[in-house]
């Protein structure tokens, strides 16, 4: 099921203060996408996936990328 919302002044990763719109998908079987544009140009994307693994990254409006970690359910 995906879910599409505006929002109104949220802090964006710059640190301005900005609106912008939320895209959420959810599978209902551990799939989640959740992804944030503001109005500045800013991003934030989240992703878990069925295993459990989770991506997150921050990318600001110059595209400088200020966060890019994942996550495993799985030992190395």
Known sequence: ?????????????????????????????GYVFDHVTYDCGCQRTRRQFHDGGVHFRVVDHHGKVRVDEHSSTHEA
């Open 1 to 29: 099921m995906t879910t599409i919302t505006r929002f109104d002044r949220e802090q964006a990763p710059c640190g301005k203060t900005v609106n912008g719109r939320r895209v959420l998908d959810d599978d209902q079987d």
